[in-house]
C-alpha cells in the first residue's frame, strides 16, 4: 500500500497541471494552423512548379520548330533571290528563262505556305511565353508566402519553445523533493491514463474520469488514513483529497 504526505499528494496535483500544461504546448508544436497552411502551399507550389517545368519544356520544343521554320523560309527566299538574279544578267537563254519564271513561281507559293507556318508558331511561342511568364510570377509569389509562413511558424515555434522550457524549470521545481514512490506510481500512471495520472476528489466525484464513486467506494477512501495514496476504482487514477479544504 503507497503512502506518501498530504502536502506531497498535493503538489503532485500541481505537477500534474503543469505536465498538462506541457502536452498541451507540445500539441499546440506540432498541430500549428500553419503547419496546414504551409503543407497545403507546398502542394499548390508543386503545382504549380509541374506546369512551369511543362510550359518551359514545350516553349522550348516551340523555339526549335520556329528556328527550323525560319531556316526553311531562308532557304526558299535564298533560292528564289538567286533564280531572280539569273533571269536579270541576260545571260539565261529563253527556255531557261521560262524555267525559272515557273520555278519562282512554285517559290513564292512555298515560300507563302512556310511563312504561315512560321507565323503560327510565332504566335505559339508568344503565347507560351506569356503562359510560362505567369507561371513564374505565380511561383514568385507562392515561394514568398512560404518564406512568410515559414517565418510565422518559426516565430510560434520559438515562443511556444520558451513557455515549455520555463514550464519545465517550474515542473522541476515543484517536483523536487516530492515522494520517489509517489513519483513512480505517477509516472507509470501517466504512461497507461493518457497523461492524467492524478485527479482531485471532489465530493463524491473523480475529476479525472468525472464518475461519481458509489457509497461503498467512498466509505473505504474517506476512512483510509490521509496519507494512504487512494485511486479511483473506476479509472485507477490517483485521487487526492482535502483540495477544496486545502
Request: hydrophobic content about 45%.
Amino acid at each position: 500500500m503507497t503512502t506518501a504526505p498530504v502536502a506531497d499528494q498535493l503538489r503532485l496535483l500541481e505537477v500534474q497541471a503543469l505536465d498538462t500544461r506541457a502536452a498541451q504546448l507540445a500539441h499546440a508544436r506540432s498541430s500549428h494552423p500553419v503547419h496546414a497552411a504551409l503543407t497545403e502551399l507546398e502542394g499548390r507550389l508543386a503545382d504549380v512548379d509541374g506546369a512551369y517545368v511543362t510550359s518551359r519544356t514545350a516553349l522550348g520544343d516551340l523555339r526549335r520548330e520556329l528556328a527550323k521554320a525560319e531556316q526553311d523560309v531562308e532557304q526558299v527566299r535564298t533560292r528564289a533571290e538567286r533564280d531572280r538574279t539569273r533571269m536579270e544578267s541576260g545571260a539565261a537563254s529563253v527556255k531557261d528563262v521560262q524555267a525559272l519564271s515557273s520555278e519562282l513561281e512554285a517559290l513564292g507559293r512555298r515560300q507563302a505556305a512556310l511563312e504561315e507556318v512560321e507565323l503560327e508558331l510565332m504566335e505559339r511561342v508568344e503565347a507560351h511565353e506569356s503562359a510560362l511568364a505567369e507561371l513564374g510570377s505565380a511561383r514568385d509569389g507562392l515561394l514568398a508566402e512560404q518564406a512568410r509562413l515559414r517565418d510565422e511558424l518559426d516565430a510560434a515555434v520559438a515562443e511556444i519553445d520558451r513557455q515549455a522550457e520555463a514550464l519545465g524549470a517550474e515542473r522541476e521545481q515543484r517536483a523536487d523533493g516530492i515522494d520517489a514512490a509517489l513519483v513512480a506510481l505517477y509516472d507509470r500512471l501517466r504512461a497507461q491514463l493518457g497523461g492524467l495520472a492524478v485527479a482531485p476528489l471532489r465530493g463524491r466525484r473523480c475529476e479525472g474520469c468525472r464518475l461519481e464513486l458509489n457509497p461503498s467506494d467512498l466509505a473505504r477512501i474517506s476512512a483510509a488514513p490521509a496519507e494512504q495514496v487512494v485511486r479511483c476504482e473506476e479509472c485507477g487514477r490517483i485521487l487526492v483529497r482535502g483540495v477544496d479544504a486545502a
